[in-house]
């Protein structure tokens, strides 16, 4: 069975930064991405970053330049660094992880809260 943990939210003043880590268990399969989307009170989940296999990666606009994902392939471990937080970055953080077969899995979410 396989579990996502994420770790690493909190609350943080504007223009800090927080690392957000997620760590995949009972993972018996190959994954094709690693990832965070992000949902806000009131809004739609969205895309953040993944981290695909082949080492490439993709970013929403509204983060380029200031978040970075990375991904340890050995560990089933995929992070999140994020600088110059802004309030809206608020939202709950989930974690993703998708197969080359089957259905994603999805972490229970942690809470990133930007205010001063």
């Known amino acids: 069975q396989v579990q996502l943990v994420e770790s690493g939210g909190g609350l943080v003043q504007p223009g800090g930064s927080l690392r957000l880590s997620c760590a995949a268990s009972g993972v018996r399969f190959t994954v094709y991405v690693m990832g965070w989307y992000r949902q806000a009170p009131g809004k739609q989940r969205e895309l953040v970053a993944t981290?695909?296999?082949?080492?490439?990666?993709n970013y929403a606009d509204s983060v380029k330049g200031r978040f970075t994902i990375s991904r340890d392939n050995a560990k089933n471990t995929v992070y999140l660094q994020m600088n110059s937080l802004k309030p809206e970055d608020t939202a709950v953080y989930f974690c993703l992880l998708r197969p080359f077969v089957g259905g994603d899995y999805w972490g229970q979410g942690t809470q990133v809260t930007v205010s001063s």
């Open positions: 981290a695909i296999s082949d080492g490439s990666t």
